[in-house]
């Protein structure tokens, strides 16, 4: 993948953590992320990012002091150079929000009304299954339906059992495509990491992605789309984004 699709994929994910609080400043050709009322970061993108060159940032901040200021400075050098090639704006916002100590206002989980004809699917009492299974908030936009899963998972075992679970319940298994992606740390500290777009290109590596940028691990998040017959275009990825986030979120794998 190219620097340019890295980066459009990693502004649609952080778009879908931060919500109102991640923006495209349309003036400076920049983004900006409010860490809290008196921080604000703004962030400008290169060709060289993130292969073999760190974005530039400013940081509006009168109420840290210089000290405080050159902290940022340094913890971003260092995020950048032992992550080199990887995408690193996620632990950025967060190193800041750490030093700043600034806690974001609740990211907006509203929950939009489903099609009378796709019932959000519950959390059932598990029999034979193991895992622990989370469902996520029904989203809809034009007569389309989505709506997240989410399990820890430990090995290639755990994901097998995890999506013949979900698809034991007629409505999932019904859906137009089951989007999943999963992370998980091996034996020997490795990452063994894949997904799958079940017809809906592209989508799976979106889903992993977003796992990549939040460091998520031992974790499989699949997404379920019920196609309603009017095309989304490029919505539905924000769609699949959000649902995968909500899951997360619900599921216990973000910090809050």
Known sequence: MDNLAEQCEEIEALKSIYDTNWNIETDTN????????????????NQGYPSNAPPSFE??????????KQQVSDEFHEIYESNKGSPILFQWIEKLKEIVDGDLPDIDNTEIEADENVDEVKSEPKTEIYLQVTHGNIIQDRKSTFQG????????????AFMSYLLENKKIAQATHNISAYRIVTSKGTILQDCDDDGETHAGGRVLHLLEILN????????SRWYGGIQLGPD???????AARQVLMIGGFLQT
């Open 30 to 45: 920049s983004y900006s992320m409010q860490v809290s009322p008196n921080v604000k970061l703004f962030i400008c993108l």
């Open 59 to 68: 940081l509006l901040a009168p109420t840290l002091s210089s000290q405080q």
């Open 236 to 242: 539905r990825f924000k769609h699949i984004n959000n």
């Open 216 to 223: 998520a691990t031992n974790v499989m998040v699949v997404v």
């Open 149 to 160: 899963h989410v399990s820890q998972v430990k090995s290639l075992e755990d994901t097998k």
